[in-house]
């Protein structure tokens, strides 16, 4: 009976569970939306209960294609600042998850800044001082959820980003669990010594008693904490009838990186999702930056195994085009975008900078806001759709060009993934405003077939990464055009003057 591995990718808009074989091809692949919540501009909020759910039902669906039994490992991948508190007997949710995106701790992030806490925080987390970390998020829940700081530190609450919450529920409750990757996005987790930091849990009043015990990514002894029964972190046997190990946990950006192959400093990746995500790997020691992140890349077997990477996230990629469905109506569907982009020869001087829940990396900028500049009176639906499109592409940019000017190394290739990856003009303005290769995988979903990864080689389904890793197929490579480069340094400047622009709206201004 011919093995397989199972990969839960837990994201932001959906949760999708895939079956991957010894050579990597997909045997299963099942895909669930669950629903967005706004309670108010700039708030986005997940129910955990329908993340639950979805999860649930996602398996039950695979298990109907794939028997539980030829699954030889799990792994899990997720969204990753995202977090919530649930009671730790009943399992019950306290309030819904604060999602990544959300912005209703800016203003605390933006007083703990005068308070002079910013370089301490960064120095300890390789973060900075911002509303898209968990630990702001959790005080909050903390402070304004009815009894919720008098329950957690009689130790009656639990609290985790959302690969805790689906594996405490997979286990039947039994671990309360986080990797490393996924420790290092809260701002409370400290890079030097690999443990939840005591000062930062006093600054953000978050009592340690209710984080996740912190495992390796991959661990060979299937990730179980020290000193716990090895069954604890397997699939429950009461859920599906069948137990299965959880071998690997990892967050998404760090597992498409470790499905990319990025082993080693000069080998970047940029995923294209809700948001997007570049990534370096920076070896065994943290390389810090005063524009992009510094994180967890992956500890393998153990913590002491742990590998870095700087990285440049932007909170809205494919969300743009998201929003341009749903909250404009001018396309039906994501493939739309692109139609539409091919029908005008240029930008036609239209630009769109999306910062709808303010700019991520290299600005930091919460206060900025979402801006369109040069319509005139025939600008259409085309505009906005390749406005939204060249606008994924010069984010994309702003990260190299200071990933470049940290290092001061030369990056000649960038190897892309996820949805919008697959839009083809999308690919080639990337080539074309970066002047180097894009490189295109055979599988878009790297952020599953990384947790797989992980999985696999901690279960020995196969023997080692680069065992892993020479299996991976490129489906295209998109070149540059030639001659482009004035056009490149044109379009690029005006760019940025569309960024200034955009972060000058929410700057004092007087009226006659």
């Given at each position: 009976?011919?093995?397989?591995?199972?990969?839960?990718?837990?994201?932001?808009?959906?949760?999708?569970?895939?079956?991957?074989?010894?050579?990597?091809?997909?045997?299963?692949?099942e895909?669930?939306?669950?629903?967005?919540?706004?309670?108010?501009?700039?708030?986005?909020?997940?129910?955990?209960?329908?993340?639950?759910?979805?999860?649930?039902?996602?398996l039950?669906?695979?298990?109907?294609?794939?028997?539980?039994?030829?699954?030889?490992?799990?792994?899990?991948t997720?969204?990753?600042?995202?977090?919530?508190?649930?009671?730790?007997?009943?399992?019950?949710?306290?309030?819904?998850?604060?999602?990544?995106?959300?912005?209703?701790?800016?203003?605390?992030?933006?007083?703990?800044?005068?308070?002079?806490?910013?370089?301490?925080?960064?120095?300890?987390?390789?973060?900075?001082?911002?509303?898209?970390?968990?630990?702001?998020?959790?005080?909050?829940?903390?402070?304004?959820?009815?009894?919720?700081?008098?329950?957690?530190?009689?130790?009656?609450?639990?609290?985790?980003?959302?690969?805790?919450?689906?594996?405490?529920?997979?286990?039947?409750?039994?671990?309360?669990?986080t990797?490393?990757?996924?420790?290092?996005?809260t701002?409370?987790?400290?890079?030097?010594?690999?443990?939840?930091?005591?000062?930062?849990?006093?600054?953000?009043?978050?009592?340690?008693?209710?984080?996740?015990?912190?495992?390796?990514?991959?661990?060979?002894?299937?990730?179980?904490?020290?000193?716990?029964?090895?069954?604890?972190?397997?699939?429950?046997?009461?859920?599906?009838?069948?137990?299965?190990?959880?071998?690997?946990?990892?967050?998404?950006?760090?597992?498409?990186?470790?499905?990319q192959?990025c082993?080693?400093?000069?080998?970047?990746?940029?995923?294209?999702?809700?948001?997007?995500?570049?990534?370096?790997?920076?070896?065994?020691?943290?390389?810090?930056?005063?524009?992009?992140?510094?994180?967890?890349?992956?500890?393998?077997?153990?913590?002491?195994?742990?590998?870095?990477?700087?990285?440049?996230?932007?909170?809205?990629?494919?969300?743009?085009?998201?929003?341009?469905?749903?909250?404009?109506?001018?396309?039906?569907?994501?493939k739309?975008?692109?139609?539409?982009?091919?029908?005008?020869?240029?930008?036609?001087?239209?630009?769109f900078?999306?910062?709808?829940?303010?700019?991520?990396?290299?600005?930091?900028?919460?206060?900025?806001?979402?801006?369109?500049?040069?319509?005139?009176?025939?600008?259409?639906r085309?505009?906005?759709?390749?406005?939204?499109?060249?606008?994924?592409?010069y984010?994309?940019?702003?990260?190299?060009?200071?990933?470049k000017?940290?290092?001061?190394?030369?990056?000649?290739?960038?190897?892309?993934?996820?949805?919008?990856?697959?839009?083809?003009?999308?690919?080639?303005?990337?080539?074309?405003?970066?002047?180097?290769?894009?490189?295109?995988p055979?599988?878009?979903?790297?952020?599953?077939?990384?947790?797989?990864?992980?999985?696999?080689?901690?279960?020995?389904?196969?023997?080692s990464?680069?065992?892993?890793?020479?299996?991976?197929?490129?489906?295209?490579?998109?070149?540059?055009?030639?001659?482009?480069?004035?056009?490149?340094?044109?379009?690029?400047?005006?760019?940025?003057?569309?960024?200034?622009?955009?972060?000058?709206?929410?700057?004092?201004?007087e009226?006659?």
């Open positions: 009976m011919t093995q397989c591995i199972l990969a839960l990718d837990l994201g932001t808009t959906g949760n999708r569970a895939l079956v991957f074989d010894r050579k990597q091809n997909i045997l299963s692949s895909y669930e939306e669950f629903p967005q919540i706004f309670p108010k501009p700039g708030w986005v909020e997940h129910d955990p209960e329908k993340i639950w759910q979805s999860t649930r039902q996602l039950a669906k695979t298990f109907r294609r794939i028997p539980a039994r030829r699954i030889s490992a799990i792994g899990v997720n969204q990753r600042e995202t977090v919530l508190l649930w009671d730790k007997k009943t399992g019950r949710p306290v309030h819904n998850a604060i999602v990544w995106q959300c912005r209703r701790t800016a203003p605390f992030c933006e007083a703990l800044k005068k308070m002079g806490h910013e370089k301490k925080i960064h120095a300890k987390t390789g973060l900075f001082l911002d509303a898209y970390f968990s630990a702001s998020k959790i005080a909050w829940l903390l402070d304004h959820v009815k009894g919720a700081r008098s329950r957690a530190e009689k130790g009656e609450l639990l609290a985790g980003t959302i690969d805790s919450w689906a594996v405490w529920n997979l286990t039947g409750g039994r671990s309360h669990v990797d490393t990757s996924n420790a290092s996005r701002m409370l987790f400290n890079l030097n010594t690999l443990s939840w930091d005591d000062g930062l849990c006093n600054l953000f009043r978050v009592p340690k008693k209710i984080l996740p015990t912190v495992i390796p990514s991959a661990a060979s002894v299937h990730g179980r904490p020290q000193g716990a029964p090895l069954q604890r972190l397997s699939l429950d046997a009461r859920l599906f009838g069948h137990s299965i190990p959880i071998t690997g946990i990892i967050g998404d950006q760090q597992a498409a990186s470790f499905a192959g082993f080693e400093p000069g080998i970047i990746k940029n995923t294209y999702g809700t948001g997007l995500f570049m990534l370096e790997n920076t070896g065994k020691r943290p390389r810090f930056s005063k524009d992009l992140l510094t994180t967890v890349a992956w500890s393998l077997g153990s913590l002491k195994d742990t590998e870095y990477a700087v990285e440049g996230s932007v909170f809205i990629g494919g969300a743009a085009i998201q929003w341009l469905r749903d909250g404009l109506k001018i396309i039906s569907n994501a739309e975008s692109m139609a539409l982009a091919k029908q005008i020869p240029s930008n036609e001087g239209v630009y900078v999306p910062a709808l829940v303010g700019l991520g990396a290299p600005y930091w900028d919460p206060n900025a806001r979402g801006t369109f500049v040069g319509i005139t009176r025939g600008t259409g085309a505009h906005f759709a390749r406005a939204a499109l060249e606008a994924i592409a984010q994309t940019r702003d990260i190299l060009e200071v990933m000017k940290d290092t001061r190394q030369v990056f000649k290739l960038l190897r892309v993934d996820g949805r919008a990856s697959a839009n083809d003009f999308l690919m080639q303005f990337q080539a074309d405003i970066l002047g180097i290769p894009v490189e295109r055979g599988i878009l979903e790297t952020t599953a077939l990384g947790a797989a990864g992980l999985a696999g080689i901690a279960s020995g389904f196969w023997r990464r680069n065992d892993f890793s020479r299996l991976r197929k490129i489906q295209k490579v998109f070149h540059p055009k030639p001659h482009f480069t004035r056009e490149r340094t044109l379009l690029y400047e005006r760019w940025k003057e569309a960024v200034r622009r955009a972060q000058r709206w929410n700057q004092p201004t009226y006659c």
